[in-house]
């Protein structure tokens, strides 16, 4: 998605242990009007997927799920993060290991609120390490739902969870997949620059 990639070079800050800063304009600031473009590229890449749930992981993938499930026409349903141990009540669970905080936590989900008549898109704003997603892969399993696919807003194509994921044969769509970064220059090379 080249409006996605020409904003990601022009307001993205690559910080060191292959971070990529990018809160002024979508996990922190948001600009809605990015957001209303990605929410019509996620629709137009799942045209035809019969899709009646959206599923995220707090913290910043509520409002991106928000404005792309309008898109959609669907519910957002977002999984928490815990530190609970004991978990009660009717709750799916499973355990994420967070790259950017270095450390570990259990998400829940409502029985009430996913279930195997549901058909699920998940959405999230980066895929590194896979982690994340597949906490959330897990979820749907255990729920009975179908897994239509994945929507990722920034994939690091430099780390692994894209391969894991893709090699599991899920549907993946990324918007802008970089290949590599460089903290000293701060260039960001995108997959298909290089093709
Ligand atoms: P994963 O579980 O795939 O390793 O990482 C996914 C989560 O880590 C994302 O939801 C995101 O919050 C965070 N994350 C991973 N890499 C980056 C990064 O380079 N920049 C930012 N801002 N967040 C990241």
């Known amino acids: ?5 020409d904003r990601i070079r022009k307001d993205g800050i690559v910080r ?3 971070v990529l800063k990018v809160d002024s304009f979508l996990n922190h600031q948001m600009d809605i009007e990015l957001f209303e473009e990605i929410g019509k590229e996620f629709r137009r890449r799942f045209e035809g997927e019969e899709i009646n749930k959206i599923l995220t992981i707090e913290a910043s993938g509520i409002g991106i799920a928000c404005i792309v499930a309008q898109y959609f026409h669907v519910p957002v349903v977002f999984v928490k993060k815990t530190k609970t141990k004991n ?6 669970t499973s355990r994420v290991e967070s ?10 989900v ?3 609120f996913l279930g195997p008549e549901d058909k699920v898109l998940l ?12 906490g959330l892969i897990d979820i749907v399993k255990k729920s009975g739902a179908t897994l239509e696919g994945a929507g990722i807003v920034i994939e690091k194509g430099f780390q692994t969870g894209g391969k894991q994921i893709r090699d599991m044969g ?11 970064m460089d903290e000293e220059s701060g260039e960001i090379v995108f997959r298909d620059d290089k093709v």
């Open 170 to 180: 899920i549907r993946l769509e990324s918007l802008a997949i970089v290949e590599s």
């Open 16 to 18: 060191e242990g292959g």
């Open 123 to 134: 959405i999230d704003d980066f895929l590194a390490n896979g982690c994340a997603l597949l």
């Open 99 to 108: 790259y950017t905080h270095g450390r570990v936590y259990d998400i829940i």
């Open 1 to 5: 998605m080249q409006l996605l990639k």
């Open 87 to 92: 978990i009660a009540g009717d709750v799916y």
């Open 110 to 112: 409502s029985k009430d």
